[in-house]
C-alpha cells in the first residue's frame, strides 16, 4: 500500500482526521470525537531513510505477533520512546506485508484508539 492508501483508508473511519502535529511533511491520522478538542493517533506515515513506513497502534501482544510473523518488515515504533514502544509497530511498505494485513493492523489500530477513551466518548465516536 502506499502513503496515500493507507491515509484514504484511515480518513474513512468514524472520527478520523489528518493532523500534522510533528512537522509540515509527516502526516499521522487520529480519532476523536465531535465533542473533543484532541485526538489520539492511531496511524502515522513517512520516511525512513527513503524508505515508506507506517506506524500503528496496537496492544503488546499482537505487536509481538506480527513482529514474529514478519521480522524485519514489522518492528516496534522506531521512534517512540522505549516505554511506548511495545504499543505501536513500524511497518515497511516495500510489499513485504501483504495489503491486506495492512489493512487488518490499521482496523486494529483504530480500535485499539477506541477502547482508550471512556465508554461516553466511544458512544459519540460510533
Known sequence: MTHEQIIEYCLKKQGAYLDFPFDPVTPVV???APSQDKGRIFAQIFYLRGEPKATFNCTPESAELYRMIYPGSV????HCP????PHFNTVSLDGSVPDDEIIRMIDY????VVAKFPKYIQKEIR
Open 30 to 32: 487520529k480519532v476523536k
Open 82 to 85: 522505549p516505554v511506548q514502544q
Open 109 to 112: 489500530a483504530y480500535e485499539v
Open 75 to 78: 518492528v516496534r515504533g522506531w
